[in-house]
């Protein structure tokens, strides 16, 4: 969409300085104007529940600040001097120039200056993520893919049977892919592959960029963001990809993803049953404590159910509530903003998993015009339950309804490992929904006169 | 009243854009060194020349200078430009808001529109969208003004969005205002004060048109004319809160005038008697010297521009520069013999576990010196070094007074690397500075505390209490800050350690 827009939930293409820094040790240094940097940090860090600057983020950011003179005269001798000193500066595996606006209208080519370096053997990659390109998805897609061609290289290595990369939640645009990362790469290990995760604590970092091609196949578990990435993995190391849209939340889905990448890897369809036979096991075992709860306290409990977030989250999450809680989705707001083709995907994804509520889903990246429709639908109702935004969390305070945090942009709440991906996750999300009941004032289910007599 | 505005000029309101500060105040946005030598340079210019080899990701003016107007009542800001460009603003969702409840003022959202330029937008220019999103701003918000904030692409591609706003202003009831607060164009961040304050004074400030009274009132307006004569406008900034203006107003109130505070937050009805005053009074000559210096040439009222009342003697300072102006020295040094006696007393207990400690401050200009000199004179810390995003003539004379002459400065704006490097020379035991900053000590292992808050009063006597009794309370317990260095790394080399900042630094052809 390229349209006026107000209340985003995404940045531009430059965002892909957050999927740089999201590589243990990766460096990225900008060729913008001053303070593009600080904006996506703005944004995906301070926005995304107060990540914080990581190993080398926030005002760490080598940039070339690009002034007047540069737009005149051209950037290139400026960023050599940059790109000079954070290789001599800055401890890391890897440097990634990303250009802004003002490089991409003047025409400098990051891409020419990095080779430069990377010909006298510096790990240094160039990619062009001028603002006006696209937004961060887009930035985020395209750096992956250039750091593949440009740092991975043309290596065509044996397979390694039971060796995967994951591609799915696009980092800090997704203000929980740490936990998230965490819980796939986890889930996965527990049916038997080795998992190259690539982003956050769980990845070994450019050694495991450097593994890439020696994977088996590929998954990408995401409706349509890193497709780009898997099909361009095809063609380049002849790995196939296994693609599985739904986000796994709770039980049935969690199951089912590894049910299906069981089959796909060909791994024993005994162990597979087994992990999931034990998980399960666990998962009920505390999923009763909330179905006590839930039986105790219908009455106050809210039960229609508004998600905002991208096509990953939104249909994962929706579909959990819905199928495995209990809920009625109203509305289902898609914010990702996928192009013709991906639309058309992500429709089909969304019909398959959430049949029953094509009525209530609506693609839509302006926060403004999902607050109109969120707002009509509500009307009075002060039993709903709103997941999203910082723009969500605003309604649901206006309207008296319950609230969970789930997109960016996200200002007040720190996230440092929560996730609600897998088993586990579930649990987590019923946890901070339901958490979230007793934090404004006290709530019981029962007249006082029952509760000190015990219900009698 | 400011001999550091001498010389300049204001009238700058015919041409859509003010000009960059590089050219207009002259600044030294890179330096590495001594208190002393960066006095002597600045005075043969040399220290205006100074750039970096090796930068880190600065500020954009667009940021502050829709700041400042986003703030006002009743607008809406549409930023034209990429995407991207507004995204600082999503980081801060709600900041507005509890600022305007903190000061009681009408809850209102932050309404911002993107023109959010592609591609094309960059070949066929981006003109008929920002109709579209102006046309949308009358319709969908009514609001008093529309704010459009040009970014870089469409400065670099020409949109000349002033013949837009001169087109429509006819027919939107909203009035149009164009900023100018291209990134590239300024090195000096604090530039878009001047382009935000220059929309404002184009666009906004037109003086209220009084009538003549049906029936004469002569009493009445002699009662009212009294009344401007003894007002005093206070102009407030982004990083003051709204408790650092009760304080200041209090003050100004004490000495029996009219305290009045502007322009953030203020209505159009507010910036419309702007002029109905006797004195405009800066806290921070980085904010708005080009307001207060334009106001005189326009209404010829006398203007205020010294020091940032932080701490017991800038305060005092601000205090009789104030009634000086209105022949109160009396009244003044009263107040100030009350209040600092009870000062005094307040800080004795805190002075005692501060003094003799290390401590280093960072941030803008005005604020860290006032803040070190507080620190050293009168908490008795030992100041080991001050790091400014900018110096200007602005501070000249606050810079002379700092302590000792061979004290370790830095100028520029972020830079944690160097600002790391100086950290491990000094090995301070306190360090107060600008977010983004305290992040990075902390992993040194260095003790902090913010240099501003938005809730938090540090301006006058009652923030200069707070301030001491927050320094103390970090140094209560410091285990965070151990635990954190003892475990995380730095992402700096050994090389860059061992080596002196002033490598870092070049010297240019121009000035800016």
């Known amino acids: 969409m390229s349209g006026i827009i107000s209340q985003p939930r995404f940045t531009c293409a430059l965002g892909a300085q957050q999927t740089v820094l999201a590589i243990p040790k990766a460096i990225p240094i900008i060729h913008a104007g001053p303070g593009c940097s600080m904006k996506i940090f703005d944004y995906a860090a301070t926005g995304a529940g107060r990540q914080g600057e990581g190993y080398a983020g926030g005002n760490h950011v080598s940039c070339t600040n690009a002034s007047e003179t540069d737009v005149v005269f051209g950037g290139e001798e400026k960023l050599r001097s940059v790109i000079e000193g954070a290789i001599k500066i800055l401890k890391g595996d890897l440097f990634v120039v990303l250009s802004g606006c003002t490089a991409g209208i003047i025409g400098d080519d990051v891409e020419k200056v990095a080779k430069v370096f990377a010909r006298d053997g510096r790990p240094l990659v160039g990619v062009e993520t001028s603002g006006f390109k696209g937004n961060n998805y887009f930035g985020h897609e395209a750096v992956v893919v250039g750091i593949i061609d440009q740092f991975v290289g043309e290596a065509r290595p044996p397979k390694k049977k039971g060796t995967v990369n994951v591609f799915s939640v696009v980092p800090y645009q997704d203000p929980y892919w740490r936990g998230d990362l965490e819980q796939i790469k986890s889930l996965l290990e527990k049916i038997g592959l080795r998992v190259n995760i690539l982003f956050g604590a769980g990845s070994k970092g450019t050694e495991e960029w450097k593994n890439i091609p020696k994977a088996e196949f590929n998954i990408l578990l995401s409706p349509w963001v890193g497709l780009s990435i898997v099909t361009h993995l095809e063609e380049k190391y002849g790995a196939p990809f296994f693609h599985y849209p739904v986000l796994p939340v709770g039980a049935k889905e969690t199951s089912a993803f590894l049910r299906a990448v069981g089959e796909y890897a060909q791994l024993s369809k005994e162990t597979v049953e087994r992990i999931i036979a034990e998980e399960e096991r666990r998962y009920y075992d505390y999923f009763v404590s909330i179905g006590d709860f839930i039986a105790l306290y219908q009455n106050n409990l809210p039960y229609e159910l508004y998600t905002s977030a991208d096509s990953l989250y939104a249909i994962g999450i929706t579909k959990y509530l819905e199928n495995e809680v209990g809920y009625i989705p109203k509305g289902i707001y898609i914010t990702d903003d996928p192009n013709p083709a991906n639309l058309e995907q992500v429709k089909e994804i969304a019909a398959k998993n959430i049949p029953e509520y094509q009525n209530s889903l609506l693609f839509e990246a302006d926060g403004e015009i999902i607050a109109q429709d969120i707002k009509e639908k509500l009307g009075t109702s002060t039993r709903a339950l709103l997941i999203g935004s910082d723009w969500e969390r605003e309604i649901a305070r206006e309207t008296g309804n319950l609230f969970q945090y789930l997109s960016n942009p996200i200002n007040q709440k720190l996230i440092i490992r929560q996730t609600f991906v897998g088993y586990q996750g579930g649990l987590n999300l019923l946890e901070e929904i339901y958490g979230a009941l007793f934090a404004g004032e006290e709530v019981s289910a029962a007249t006082y006169v029952e509760a000190i007599s015990g219900g009698l | ?512």
């Open chain 2, 1 to 512: 009243m400011s001999k550091y505005s001498d010389g300049l000029t204001y009238g700058f309101t015919e041409s859509t854009a003010p000009p960059v500060r590089e050219t207009r105040i002259g600044v030294c946005s890179a330096y590495c060194g001594s208190c002393g030598d960066l006095i002597d340079d600045l005075v043969s210019g040399c220290a205006q020349l100074q750039a970096r080899k090796f930068a880190q990701s600065g500020g954009c003016q667009l940021t502050l200078a829709l700041g400042i107007v986003s703030s006002l009542t009743n607008v809406v800001v549409i930023i034209h430009s990429p995407l991207g460009c507004g995204s600082a603003f999503l980081g801060t969702g709600g900041m507005r808001k509890t600022m305007r409840m903190s000061k009681g003022k009408r809850d209102e959202d932050f309404v911002w529109i993107h023109t959010n330029m592609d591609e094309t937008d960059v070949v066929q220019g981006g003109i008929e969208k920002l109709r579209g999103a102006l046309l949308y701003a009358e319709k969908e918000y009514h609001p008093e003004a529309i704010i459009i904030g040009n970014g870089c692409v469409p400065g670099i591609i020409g949109d000349d969005i002033d013949s837009l706003a001169l087109e429509l202003q006819g027919s939107l009831s909203a009035k149009i205002v164009p900023v100018h607060c291209e990134g590239f164009k300024s090195r000096y961040v604090a530039s878009g004060y001047d382009a935000a304050y220059h929309g404002v004074l184009r666009h906004l400030v037109e003086p209220v048109q009084y009538n003549e009274r049906v029936l004469p009132d002569e009493g009445r307006d002699a009662m009212e004319r009294y009344r401007i004569s003894q007002t005093v406008n206070i102009f407030n900034v982004g990083s003051n809160s709204n408790s650092d203006e009760v304080e200041l107003s209090r003050l100004v109130s004490a000495l029996g005038l009219y305290p009045r505070v502007l322009p953030l937050h203020a209505s159009m009805e507010d910036l419309a008697h702007i002029g109905d005053a006797a004195l405009n009074v800066s806290i921070c000559a980085t904010h708005d010297d080009y307001l207060l210096g334009h106001l005189k040439e326009r209404f010829g009222t006398d203007y205020l521009i010294d020091t940032l009342p932080i701490g017991v003697t800038s305060t005092n300072r601000w205090i009789r520069l104030i009634a000086e102006f209105f022949h109160l020295e009396n009244e003044a040094e009263r107040l100030i013999g009350f209040e600092t006696r009870e000062l005094e007393a307040a800080l004795a207990p805190f002075r005692e576990k501060l003094a003799g400690k290390r401590c280093y401050v960072g941030g803008g200009e005005l604020r860290i010196i006032t803040t070190a000199e507080f620190f050293a004179t009168s908490l008795g810390m030992d100041l080991v070094g001050v790091k400014a995003h900018n110096i200007d003539r602005f501070v000249e004379e606050l810079l002379e007074n700092l302590h000792p002459t061979d004290l370790n400065v830095t100028v520029g704006a972020g830079q944690p690397a160097e600002e790391l490097n100086v950290l491990n020379q000094l090995k301070p035991d306190l360090y107060i500075g600008h977010s983004g900053a305290n992040g990075w000590a902390s992993r040194f292992g260095v003790p902090n505390l913010p240099l501003f808050g938005q809730s938090l009063n540090y301006m006058g006597y009652s923030g200069a209490y707070e301030l001491a009794r927050r320094a103390a309370k970090v140094l209560k317990n410091t285990n965070f800050v151990k635990n954190v260095s003892r475990n995380v790394g730095i992402p700096l080399s050994r090389v860059w350690f061992e080596q002196d900042n002033r490598e870092n630094i070049k010297e240019t052809e121009k000035a800016g």
